[in-house]
């Protein structure tokens, strides 16, 4: 299991969870199913989890982890953005927990051909489901300059943005950029130079911008936060590992916009919109690792972990 993925906050996402015998529960984040092996095993004997996860890789290993518990795991082919409609489908109207666990797997990382990562050569891809869009290459050499550079900035949070869009036009210019270390290459050559180590790799904010774009990761995780609490019972917990600060920036906002209810201009003397509170956030700061995980799984550093409960019905 630990090749396949190692997943963080494993005992922190439980506990908020409170997992419990007979409940429903979704896991958007499938992965390898580490999460789920422990969700089916705090909710024994007949807790039931719906997984999903659009990487055909990690439903196969996760049927593999979760086979001993038969038929009380369902898995799913899909993004958790759609869960609205797998629920529909499936005929099931509320559950009594989610789990998002956002960001990249251990596994696409580690496999050189997925093109996540670029500290390994290989095709330019980075797609989470192989079968459907443009690939990173796509955008890379479709999009304009102007393009390029919003999405490295917006979504890399990147100030060298121009800098590395640019370069990027001009080098596609000459010659493809097929791999994740020409891209790395050409990133890297088009930002200043600085002394010492840097904290980071130059081409780290890029490549997740990328990622981000080709997989439409923030606009799906609006949607999943919309729909998951629509589908929550009441006492329901949806619970949210994110690694970077556009993510965890978005969660927040809606469980607390969700706490709130009210969405009317501050200076209305009176409530016009008619929009009560339904969620109560349990997390006012987000869980993150311990220095023990981190050493074990240096990955886990930036994860965050945020839950919010249900308090009642979404809508007016």
């Known amino acids: 299991m630990e090749v396949f993925h190692k997943p963080v906050l494993v005992a922190e996402a439980i506990a908020s969870l409170q997992c419990r015998a007979g409940a429903v529960y979704l896991d958007g984040t499938l992965g390898g199913g580490g999460h789920a ?3 089916l095993r705090n909710s024994s004997p007949d807790g039931c989890l719906i997984g999903i996860d659009s990487d055909g890789d990690a439903l196969r290993e996760a049927e593999k982890h979760l086979a001993p518990f038969g038929d009380r795991a369902i898995l799913v082919k899909g993004n958790f953005a759609d869960m609205e409609t797998i629920l529909s489908g499936m005929k099931i109207e509320k559950v009594e927990g989610i789990l998002l666990d956002l960001g990249v797997s251990s596994h696409q990382l580690d496999t050189a051909e997925r093109g996540f990562s670029f500290t390994l050569d290989a095709p330019l891809d980075m797609r989470m489901d192989r079968d459907r869009g443009p690939s990173a290459y796509d955008l890379v050499h479709t999009l304009s300059g102007e393009e390029i550079e919003g999405i490295i900035r917006k979504f890399g949070e990147e100030r060298m943005a121009r800098r590395i869009a640019r370069a990027i036009v001009a080098r596609r210019a000459l010659s493809p950029i097929r791999t994740t270390g020409d891209l790395a290459s050409v990133v890297t050559g088009a930002m200043p130079k600085v002394r010492g180590p840097a904290r980071i790799h130059p081409a780290t904010r890029t490549f997740q911008a990328l990622r981000i774009a080709v997989n439409d990761e923030l606009a799906g995780l609006q949607r999943a936060l919309t729909d998951g609490m629509e589908h929550l019972k009441p006492g329901g917990r949806f619970c949210v590992i994110s ?3 556009l993510e965890d920036r978005i969660v927040k906002n809606a469980f607390r916009a969700a706490e709130k209810g ?4 501050p200076d209305l003397p ?3 919109c008619g929009r009560k509170p339904t969620m109560n956030v349990v997390t006012r700061r ?4 311990g220095e023990a995980e981190i050493q074990d799984n240096p990955r886990a550093r930036s994860a ?3 839950t919010a409960e249900r308090i009642g019905p979404c809508r007016p």
Do not use: G, Q
Not at 262 to 265: G, K, M, N, R, T
């Open 37 to 39: 092996f422990e969700i």
């Open 243 to 245: 690694f970077h600060s």
């Open 262 to 265: 009210c969405f009317c201009p």
């Open 270 to 272: 009176v409530c016009a």
């Open 304 to 306: 965050k972990l945020r």
């Open 286 to 289: 987000p869980v993150v690792p």
